[in-house]
Nanobody, 123 residues
Framework: QVQLVNSGGGLVQVGGSLRLSCVDS????????MGWFRQPPGKEREFVAGIHWSGGTTFYKDSVKGRFTISRDNAKNTVYLQMNGLKPEDTAVYYC????????????????WGQGTQVTVSS
């Protein structure tokens, strides 16, 4: 069973940085591909970044390429999202999620979800 807990959100100014974390309290984290999604106010949930279970391959939404980095530490059952150069349009609730599929941006391919963490970028 995968149980994901998000943390690391907050309020940051334009151009600032945040690092989100997502910890799995289960025992199968290293066998799942992981993704980060976000849901801006009044909009649908959208894919942000994904990483293979091995950590060897990553992929990103075009608008975050070069600013966001997804990584994982399987020994700590944790996936990270380092966000630099934040913009007001990055404001959203951010969720981590686990999938057996890779690569996929479809939220329906992700079986387990964290509770979400709010990121607000102020101008």
């Amino acid at each position: 069973q995968v149980q994901l807990v998000n943390s690391g959100g907050g309020l940051v100014q334009v151009g600032g940085s945040l690092r989100l974390s997502c910890v799995d309290s289960g025992r199968t984290f290293s066998t799942y591909n992981m993704g980060w999604f976000r849901q801006p106010p009044g909009k649908e949930r959208e894919f942000v970044a994904g990483i293979h279970w091995s950590g060897g391959t990553t992929f990103y939404k075009d608008s975050v390429k070069g600013r966001f980095t997804i990584s994982r530490d399987n020994a700590k059952n944790t996936v990270y999202l380092q966000m630099n150069g934040l913009k007001p349009e990055d404001t959203a609730v951010y969720y981590c999620a686990a999938s057996r599929n890779f690569p996929t941006t479809n939220p329906y391919d992700y079986n387990y979800w964290g509770q979400g963490t709010q990121v607000t970028v102020s101008s």
